[in-house]
């Protein structure tokens, strides 16, 4: 029975009852949360109502300031606060109940966990008498979450949910930011208690990151970095959380030096720029994996030397150089590869004094030695390492694909996100991002599933913006019942999946490590992604040949208030080249078929 219009007013005028000012007599904790949840200027959560946090709920329905989004699996409701985080910079919110509730929203907890992505999860939990008794929907929230989460709390006196609120988005948001549970027992959120506002300040004397570098330590990377015959610059997703992106791209060009993004890193530095080098790592280019291993000066910016990065650590050990690292987390530096220079602090604050230290002194980089540098550079550039074949032409290639988004939207107010596989690679590599918080996927975690969630969550921040979530026709599969949610809320996303009938990565390692044992990777009773897209109330496209590529990308950004599914028939065998093999060295790349 679906409810009026009318009703729906009329629900709302009975209960415009809104809290009572501050101070003014008791509230009940449910009524404190959403009061505090206003004093963080949140506007939107997504979450799944639940036995647990039923007050929670009917405090959220007698308010109009927040946004409330049900989404259908509590793992979308972390993974769409999780996109709008990144796409914003602000702090996601989302609201689970306890139980299956919680353990629902695990993976999207770590997967903002190993990205730093700034978030705080509100979870319900059983009075706190019942804690500990194996009650219903019970799980030892404080437990579960503990290696996957900044912090966490649980709040067990009323009288504490303001504050406990103010120390979450302040753990969330400041140092290496991450995600805070705060998890909630129902008399905790029933209770009644005297509330006097919400604190202005918070003080916590175990907790007090690092912002400002050391001067000695900057005014020694300067020296370095000046004398440098084959600098370079690596940077990674910590430019990006940092706002550091300004002042990464006036360092780079003050100084002429090459340049590469991780994974999590594109968009810090324009890839349409000559200086940028592309992205590196497992599936990144021959001229920045070889700069990487060729350099005797590196700069490390929010960046963390991880594994799928520099490969094998004794291959990279081979070369010597002298590494500079910057990085608000003190655990990260040399937790990997030894360096030369530690500056620990906010990576914003940093690259400004380096700028200011460069204007103000007279030294400047030996042009001669860059220029042999860069002359080595364009050698392996001319490789041109992401060329691919289009074969007879009867065949969609998945990099054609991605080069048509790009080439249409590049000029465009425009948002990606993706899934992870062989499509997140090739998305990665053809759509050249030049501004930052454009893409957004799951990197350290490597997340299934987070596409159309992370869409969502974007679109709903960002109404005005083309969001694409380029995918495959495994992950979609994994929080499809997501497109209701895109419905209810009116969030227009456009899906290009890269249908390839495989689980392609997994393929492509198969057939690379495994002798070609396809083993489970072949996706045998596929859906009709058209008909599945239409019985959600959406729009569904196939698109089977090159030609039709464009028309149906041109045909999906037409329908500006429709979400389109437009399911793309790939070529099966494609692999993602240049590859790096598991255990050899970032310059041990394959290049293409021809080196299996």
């Given amino acids: 029975m679906e409810i ?38 949140v506007q939107y959560i997504w979450g799944y109502p639940g ?14 300031t927040i946004q409330h989004v049900l989404v259908r699996h509590e793992q979308a409701a972390v993974h769409a606060a999780d996109g709008y985080a990144r796409a914003t910079g602000e702090v996601g919110v989302a609201l689970v109940t306890s139980g299956p509730g919680l353990t629902n929203a695990v993976t999207g907890i770590a997967t903002a966990y190993m990205d730093s992505i700034p978030m705080v999860i509100i979870s319900g939990q059983v009075p706190t008498a019942a804690i500990g008794l194996d009650a219903f929907q019970e799980c030892d929230t404080v437990g579960i979450t503990r290696p996957i989460v900044k912090h966490n709390f649980l709040v067990k006196d009323p009288r504490d949910l303001a504050m406990t609120l103010k120390k979450a988005f302040h753990i969330a948001r ?7 549970v705060v998890d909630i027992p129902k008399d905790v959120s029933f209770k009644k208690v005297p509330y006097s506002g919400y604190p202005q300040t918070v003080e916590m004397r175990s907790y007090n990151p690092v912002k400002k570098g050391h001067g000695g330590q900057i005014r020694k990377a300067l020296q370095l970095l000046l004398a440098a015959k084959r600098p370079y610059i690596y940077t990674g997703g910590g430019v990006l959380l940092g706002n550091a992106t300004n002042e990464l791209r006036t360092l780079v060009d003050m100084l002429g030096y090459p340049v590469t993004n991780t994974l999590m890193g594109l968009g810090a530095y324009p890839a349409s720029d000559r200086k940028f080098l592309g992205m590196l790592g497992m599936h990144g280019t ?46 990260s530096i040399s937790k990997r590869v ?44 001319k490789r041109d390492c992401l060329k ?19 080439n249409m939207t590049k000029d465009a107010d425009t948002y990606i996100t993706s899934d992870v596989g062989q499509h997140q690679m090739w998305a990665a590599q053809y759509y050249r991002f030049d501004e930052p918080r454009r893409w957004i996927n799951s990197g350290g975690l490597g997340t299934m599933g ?21 995918t495959g026709e495994g992950s979609v599969q994994m929080n499809i019942q997501e497109l209701s949610t895109c419905l209810q809320y009116n969030t227009p996303i456009k899906i290009c999946a890269l249908n390839n009938r495989y689980l392609g990565m997994v393929r492509q390692w198969q057939e690379i490590e495994y002798s070609g044992r396809y083993s489970h990777s072949y996706m ?50 494609e692999n993602v080249f240049p590859m790096v093999q598991a255990g050899k060295g970032i310059t041990e790349m394959l290049l293409g078929s021809e080196d299996l």
């Fill in 286 to 331: 021959i001229e920045a994996n070889n700069a990487m291993q060729n350099c005797d000066v590196l700069l490390a910016v929010g960046a963390r030397f991880d594994d799928r990065v520099i490969g094998n650590t004794k291959h990279f050990a081979q070369n010597e150089r002298k590494i500079i690292h910057v990085d608000i987390d003190p655990s």
């Fill in 388 to 406: 691919y074949d289009m074969g007879s032409g009867d065949v969609i290639k998945p990099q054609y694909v991605v080069e048509t988004l790009w």
């Fill in 338 to 381: 030894k360096v030369d220079i530690p500056i620990v602090g906010d990576v914003k604050d940093v690259l400004t004094e380096l700028i200011s230290m460069i204007r103000e002194g007279s030294t400047r980089p030996d042009t001669g030695a860059l220029a042999a540098w860069w002359d080595t550079i364009e050698g392996w550039r």
């Fill in 174 to 180: 400041t140092g290496r930011p991450g995600p805070v």
């Fill in 450 to 470: 987070v596409g159309i969630p992370y869409a969502m969550g974007i679109k709903l921040a960002k109404p005005q913006s083309e969001v694409f979530c380029i």
């Fill in 51 to 64: 036995g647990a946090v039923l007050y929670i709920y009917d405090a959220l329905y007698k308010q109009d």
């Fill in 4 to 41: 009026t219009k009318a009703e729906l007013t009329s629900a709302a005028a009975a209960s415009q009852g809104n809290f009572p000012a501050s101070g003014s007599q008791d509230l009940m904790g449910s009524e404190i949360l959403v009061k505090s949840l206003q004093a963080e200027n």
């Fill in 524 to 573: 045998d009773a596929l859906p009709n992604f058209v008909k599945l897209a239409e019985a959600y109330g959406h729009v569904g496209l196939l698109i089977e040949h090159p030609k039709d590529v464009e028309p149906a990308l041109r045909e999906a950004r037409k329908l500006k208030d429709r979400t389109v599914f437009m399911d793309f028939r790939t070529d099966p065998t």
